[in-house]
């Protein structure tokens, strides 16, 4: 069984992180079911463990909270679902590089039910979308933004930290950083694509796609994205 809680308001940053790690020290003892929690967050920046200081370029602009999870900088904000993944990663095959796929998955069903295509890109950690009515890249190809982010970390095999899906943010908070250290390439929201998208309507369809792609075939979950 897989516990669904969702905080209503702005969840502080070091209270999230410390009841996350509770919460997958006691699933990893047996004390306590998997679990995921959805928040949103006050404007502000994480650092994962693989975060170049040159990448925080505007260090002042939102507090900055150095993180174990992986990866570089993030940001998280109102209007951004942010969804803990808490999961027993032994007991799902320990497959790390698995796991982080259907992660991926994950959030590529979940944009499908709004009829959005998101895409994973080699080398660039999180989910994209085209934008084919922007100037395209050097290299002739449709330029793109990125939806969502993916930063995760395990202790005794259980995962927590997770996905970030950004719904309606305010974009121009992600100009104090280099996301994810990716330069060359934008981010994008549900609502700055024009879909009328609420924060309840992703709820219900991060519900909706994750037996399909956790619990139904975990092994082909990480085959092909859906």
């Given at each position: ?5 969702i905080t ?126 922007k100037p ?56 700055d694509l ?33």
């Amino acid at each position: 069984m897989v516990e669904w809680i969702i905080t209503d308001g702005l969840t502080d940053y070091r209270t999230a992180e410390a009841w996350m790690e509770a919460r997958a020290s006691a699933i990893a003892a047996g004390e306590a079911e998997e679990c995921i929690w959805l928040v949103e967050h006050p404007p502000l920046y994480t650092a994962g463990t693989s975060a170049r200081a040159a990448d925080l370029t505007e260090p002042d602009r939102f507090p900055v909270y150095p993180t174990r999870r992986g990866g570089q900088y993030t940001y998280h904000g109102p209007g951004q679902r942010v969804a803990y993944v808490m999961l027993n990663v032994a007991a799902r095959g320990r497959d790390v590089r698995c796991f982080v796929r259907q992660l991926e998955n994950w959030v590529i069903a979940t944009l499908d039910q709004f009829n959005l295509r998101g895409e994973i890109r080699p080398g660039r950690v999180g989910v994209w979308v085209q934008r084919p009515e922007k100037p395209a890249q050097v290299d002739g190809s449709p330029a793109e933004d990125k939806i969502a982010a993916i930063g995760i970390r395990l202790r005794k095999w259980v995962s927590f930290h997770g996905i970030s899906i950004n719904v309606e943010p305010d974009l121009s908070h992600f100009g104090g950083i280099v996301p994810c250290g990716i330069a060359d390439h934008g981010v994008t929201s549900l609502v700055d694509l024009g879909l009328p998208v609420t924060m309840d309507d992703v709820d219900l369809a991060l519900r909706a796609t994750f037996d399909d792609v956790f619990a139904h075939d975990p092994a082909g979950s990480c085959d092909t994205a859906p």
